[in-house]
């Protein structure tokens, strides 16, 4: 899950230009105060940011983890698997 402030962004960025750069399972949402994305796997294009906050990017990321990582995009993972070593952990020590 993504949480960039709208100050980062482009001012000419259009919702519908990040929802198709995003797999189908991804919801798109922004507000005045945030651009949210959030699902399996989530791209960021250098494109949609202003320059001096491209590399603060990581600071945006409130689950998951940087997959792959170019010049001009960042593909996120969730922390799905992360949260399933929680719960089976979990259910060892009930047992």
Sequence with gaps: ???IPTEWLMPWLDLDAVREAQRADTTATMTGEYLNLSGVELVVERRWLREAYWRQIKQA???GYIY???AVQVTLR???REHERRSTSGLSKAS
């Design 1 to 3: 899950m993504l949480e």
């Design 78 to 80: 969730g922390d799905r």
């Design 68 to 70: 792959k990582s170019s």
């Design 61 to 63: 990321i409130t689950r």
